[in-house]
């Protein structure tokens, strides 16, 4: 049924829950595993406050910071996959859209399902604070499971 599956996430509660989901249907079907990260880009601002304060490499602190971010993130989903028995790659992405970031990926990789997790807001709120999960649904053809 799937061969290659794309989970992501933040590190939160609620995408561990996506991730969990997506590793059973993973052992079920035989499938492998990436894992996506996907953080912003440190803002020019910041650079430059960091530069200005005497910080060297700003730009490079910042990149070893995120890395350590999702090594952390990473670290539990990639014991429980090995646990599972199921192949398990991983992967970070900086972008300052994080469903344009998951849609390349997906495509680029030949994922046939991606698995995300949604807070489910709805009008006002999801205006405002918008959803990556339906940016991912609107951008491409590969199905998604949304984990709730």
């Given amino acids: ?27 079920a079907a035989g499938a492998e595993v990436t894992l996506l990260y996907v953080n912003e880009p ?12 005497g910080m060297t490499n700003p730009l490079i602190r910042y990149e070893e910071q995120m890395e350590a971010h999702f090594k952390t993130i990473s670290a539990p989903i990639e014991a429980k996959a090995r646990e599972m028995g199921i192949s398990l790659k991983t992967a970070r992405e900086t972008d300052t859209l994080p469903a344009e970031a998951i849609v390349r990926l997906a495509k ?12 489910g807001r709805r009008g006002l709120s999801k205006m405002l604070l918008g959803s990556q999960t339906a940016e991912v649904l609107v951008h491409t053809a590969i199905p998604v499971l949304v984990v709730r």
């Fill in 1 to 27: 049924m799937y061969s290659h599956i794309l989970l992501t996430s933040d590190g939160s509660e609620l995408a561990a829950k996506g991730v969990e989901h997506g590793l059973a249907i993973a052992r």
């Fill in 42 to 53: 440190i803002p020019l601002s910041d650079l430059r406050l960091a530069a200005s304060g």
């Fill in 108 to 119: 680029n990789s030949g994922v046939d399902l991606i698995v995300m997790a949604s807070h």
